[in-house]
């Protein structure tokens, strides 16, 4: 990467708002070694004639603010971060946690194989044991066919790699079928197909695969196959990061440190104990997550439905992170959770603006990009639990909230910022005081200056 990577000092990477917006693209080229085709990628976007390859009834394409965080060092590696999100201080929040988070190392990642669940839905099996008895007899046999058998399944990236059968009793009296029509009794069979996804996200073909085993699944079982789908809760699939910040960047004393630290402490602590705080620290956590989702053409749907379902996965729904002080009074987070991301196929293939991202991001494997995102979860989560703690997160989303206003009032250029400041030193950021602010500027324009 180039030298300009370090020109901020030895501790951050370049402030790239500190660049004129026009040129941040061509310092990001430099920094990241994108060819031409590249940047150009990333200022288009996609073109009307790509988006109408991609969904239906196309009439023209929804651009999302596109940033870089900075400052991340994941496994010992330098990363620049694309992020594709519309919400203010999200780049900013992810920048500065990993800029502190950098003092202690970095993050270090981890991942688990790409593993996917398939789930084939078997009812009406008139002997429920014999039924399961003859699929795990068979689960090796049905698992060679989908791999060397079978043309829609055959990957040279992708394979299967077991079967598990599930029993279900549904219609009792504590469950929401057997409340409303008490007189159902649904035993059904579940069987689960695991696939190795490789660098794709993989859902096609773990459908696919479905699809195809279904007249053997009845054959074998004697039952009725209804629902053949992926589930979204992929926890065979998972990502985990942690890092440690040295106490020194949470205040001048050391009984400001520690103060700073245990009130995060305590802030986790409250999210792992209750589900109303979890929701909304989750919230900011797929803040990080889901922008980097987007950005690479990845399913950010996909990935919140297998995180949040994650976050309840011991009946009772939970944060995704965990944040203590250890033997040294430094703060120490870790996050673990499902991310079925893929780096082939899906959006990456025809959006060129996710290929891009990509080649920005320097992965390739779909394992890379999972560990990076899960860093980027947790920086936005430290990010997010320091404000909560201090000044409070409005104060931290004041003055680019406070931009937003001003260019929604009419401002423009150089008096976006103007305007900005002058409503956040009113402490009025609102949008009424800001047009009347604009309205102002207009009937008074700055007056040059004329020396003699």
Known sequence: MADEIRSSGPNETPRLRDVPVVERLSLLGRMASLDDADMANLRAGLSLEQ?????????????????????????GREVLVPMAVEESSVVAACSF????????????????APIMIGQIQVLDCADMPAAVARL?????TLVQWLNTQNPSTISRHSRATGVEIRELQIGDATSPVGSTMSDIHVPMLVVHVLYDCGDAMGANLVNTACEALAPRIEALTGGRVNLRILSN??????????????????????????????????????AEADPYRAATHNKGIMNGIDAVAVATGN????????????AAHHDRYASLTRW??????????????????????GATRVHPGAQAALKLLRVTTARELAEIMACVGLAQNLAALRALVSEGIRHGHMTLHARQLAAAAGAVGEQVERVAAQLVNEGNVRLERAKQIVAEH???????????
Not at 136 to 140: I, K, L, V
Not at 247 to 264: L, P, V
């Open 299 to 310: 399913d950010w749907r996909a990935v919140e439905a297998g995180a949040h379902a994650y």
């Open 233 to 270: 809760l992929s926890d065979r699939r998972r990502a985990w990061a942690s890092c440690r910040i040295p106490a020194r960047q949470f205040g001048a004393s050391s009984a400001e440190q520690r103060s700073m630290i245990q009130h995060i402490v305590e802030a986790s602590l409250f």
């Open 97 to 112: 946690a990993a800029k502190m988070a950098r003092t202690g190392g970095g993050f270090t990642a981890g991942s688990s």
């Open 136 to 140: 795990q007899a068979a689960s090796d």
């Open 324 to 345: 203590r002080m250890d033997a040294e009074g430094d703060l120490v987070g870790e996050i673990d959770l499902p991310l079925a991301v893929g780096i082939v196929g």
């Open 51 to 75: 988006a109408d390859h991609m969904i239906e009834n196309v009439v023209a394409t929804y651009a999302l603010p596109l940033g870089i965080a900075t400052n991340f060092v994941v496994n």
């Open 442 to 452: 207009a009937r008074t324009p700055p007056q040059e200056n004329h020396e003699e």
